[in-house]
């Protein structure tokens, strides 16, 4: 199983960015699939999370702000961000917990400039 995390970027507060997660090696509409963030000198934090039934749940510093989706014919992941903030300035990876183990993407950088 491998993620691949893309979309990350600079951007200005208060704009827009789309993440994506490119599962391979698994069929990601089985799956429950996550999105975690890293900012400097703090820990991983879970953003978002959907279900193989698509049922969503958000951290609550980015509920209404953020939104998760799955394309399954493209076997992606997706996290919308809106209305960014500087706090939201980190490293994003996508997470699938599979029975025994635990995939993680690579990491996308996101920085946004106040």
């Known amino acids: 199983v491998q993620l691949q995390a893309s979309g990350g970027g600079l951007v200005q507060a208060g704009r827009s960015l789309r993440l994506s997660c490119r599962a391979s090696?698994?069929?990601?509409?089985?799956?429950?699939l996550a999105w975690y963030r890293q900012a400097p000198g703090k820990m991983r934090e879970l953003v978002a999370s959907?279900?193989?039934?698509?049922?969503?749940d958000f951290a609550h510093s980015v509920k209404g702000r953020f939104t998760i989706s799955r394309d399954n014919a493209e076997n992606t992941a997706y996290l919308q961000m809106n209305s960014l903030v500087p706090e939201d300035t980190a490293v994003y990876y996508c997470?699938?917990?599979?029975?025994?183990?635990?995939?993680w993407g690579q990491g996308t950088l996101v920085t946004v400039s106040s």
């Open positions: 090696g698994t069929i990601l509409s089985r799956r429950a």
């Open positions: 997470s699938l917990a599979l029975p025994g183990r635990t995939y």
């Open positions: 959907i279900t193989d039934g698509r049922t969503t």
